[in-house]
């Protein structure tokens, strides 16, 4: 278990009380991405909408599929690294070309699990090479005539169309008619908020009142959920910006020192940055540290 500080990041509290302004330059929106847009244009809606000189998506989803597509405002930007490769989970009709049984097709699909091979399809932005995925879960749930209800968690980079076409190559075809992303890191459907609700809260904030702007707001500081998290001392907080290496008398608890290749900094529930171990001998452990600027 990675070491983490004993002092707890509590997130709720720093959404209560940190500054709105501090919070919409430091934040991520876990937004439910309607069928239309492409990622990129709804990010330029919320970037328009708060005035923003930045925002970014946490991985792209296709113009029309929909769901968990997390937002980051600002500074939470440079965080992507720590969100964007993660596990995903995704929900889905895809149609069969051939008379089929429930109970068949699954157990077809079982022959999906585990690492297999992918080649992008023809369209997508990446090279076409092959490229070895893991599919944790592909469970097909429901029939319906000739459309069958799937859910399947993978790792991130997998192409879902894909999955069904190649299911389908056994069962004589099969394509995706629709797709849902339910999860997508830590991020997931049930907190997500809709297009159409981040209007409206914008529109309060307009009028005065940031109530529902403020619970839509996920402080970047969430990144305690994902990295380990040490504490310094106040007074060295001016080196470290001044990239310092990390040394053992910055740490509040000279016991307990970084092993981790990559962790976060907090001081009295403030993120400072991130960092990562490089090679050489310093005065922390075995390496030595340096920061990754998030100013």
């Given at each position: 278990?990675?070491?983490?500080?004993?002092?707890?990041?509590?997130?709720?509290?720093?959404?209560?009380?940190?500054?709105?302004?501090?919070?919409?330059?430091?934040?991520?929106?876990?937004?439910?991405?309607?069928?239309?847009?492409?990622?990129f244009q709804v990010g330029q809606i919320i970037k328009k909408e708060l005035n923003l000189p930045k925002t970014s998506h946490y991985g792209t989803l296709d113009p029309m599929v929909t769901g968990v597509l997390p937002i980051a405002l600002g500074r939470a930007c440079k965080l992507m690294q720590y969100f964007i490769g993660k596990d995903k989970t995704y929900v889905g009709i895809m149609k069969v070309h051939k008379e089929i049984s429930l109970k068949e097709?699954?157990?077809?699909?079982?022959?999906?699990?585990?690492?297999?091979?992918?080649?992008?399809?023809?369209?997508?932005?990446?090279?076409?090479?092959?490229?070895?995925?893991?599919?944790?879960?592909?469970?097909?749930?429901?029939?319906?005539?000739?459309?069958?209800?799937?859910?399947?968690?993978?790792?991130?980079?997998?192409?879902?169309?894909?999955?069904?076409?190649?299911?389908?190559?056994?069962?004589?075809?099969?394509?995706?008619?629709?797709?849902?992303?339910?999860?997508?890191?830590?991020?997931?459907?049930?907190?997500?908020?809709?297009?159409?609700?981040?209007?409206?809260?914008?529109?309060?904030?307009?009028?005065?009142?940031?109530?529902?702007?403020?619970?839509?707001?996920?402080?970047?500081?969430?990144?305690?959920?994902?990295?380990?998290?040490?504490?310094?001392?106040?007074?060295?907080?001016?080196?470290?910006?001044?990239?310092?290496?990390?040394?053992?008398?910055?740490?509040?608890?000279?016991?307990?020192?970084?092993?981790?290749?990559?962790?976060?900094?907090?001081?009295?529930?403030?993120?400072?940055?991130?960092?990562?171990?490089?090679?050489?001998?310093?005065?922390?452990?075995?390496?030595?540290?340096?920061?990754?600027?998030?100013?």
């Amino acid at each position: 278990m990675p070491k983490k500080t004993n002092e707890q990041i509590d997130l709720k509290k720093i959404k209560q009380e940190k500054p709105i302004e501090e919070l919409l330059k430091f934040s991520i929106i876990n937004l439910d991405k309607p069928s239309g847009p492409t990622s990129f244009q709804v990010g330029q809606i919320i970037k328009k909408e708060l005035n923003l000189p930045k925002t970014s998506h946490y991985g792209t989803l296709d113009p029309m599929v929909t769901g968990v597509l997390p937002i980051a405002l600002g500074r939470a930007c440079k965080l992507m690294q720590y969100f964007i490769g993660k596990d995903k989970t995704y929900v889905g009709i895809m149609k069969v070309h051939k008379e089929i049984s429930l109970k068949e097709i699954q157990k077809i699909s079982k022959e999906f699990l585990g690492k297999i091979i992918q080649l992008p399809p023809v369209r997508s932005r990446v090279k076409r090479e092959e490229r070895e995925r893991t599919i944790h879960t592909f469970n097909i749930l429901e029939k319906k005539g000739n459309d069958f209800l799937f859910e399947s968690k993978v790792e991130a980079g997998t192409y879902i169309r894909k999955l069904i076409h190649d299911l389908g190559e056994k069962i004589g075809g099969a394509h995706m008619i629709e797709l849902r992303r339910t999860q997508a890191s830590i991020f997931n459907e049930k907190d997500s908020t809709t297009i159409y609700e981040f209007l409206e809260s914008i529109e309060e904030f307009k009028k005065g009142n940031e109530k529902k702007l403020r619970e839509i707001l996920i402080p970047g500081e969430i990144i305690s959920r994902v990295l380990p998290i040490y504490e310094v001392e106040t007074k060295f907080i001016k080196k470290i910006y001044h990239g310092s290496p990390l040394q053992k008398e910055f740490f509040k608890d000279k016991n307990n020192l970084p092993t981790e290749e990559t962790f976060a900094i907090f001081n009295n529930q403030k993120f400072i940055g991130t960092f990562k171990k490089i090679t050489g001998n310093n005065l922390v452990g075995k390496g030595e540290y340096i920061l990754q600027p998030i100013k």
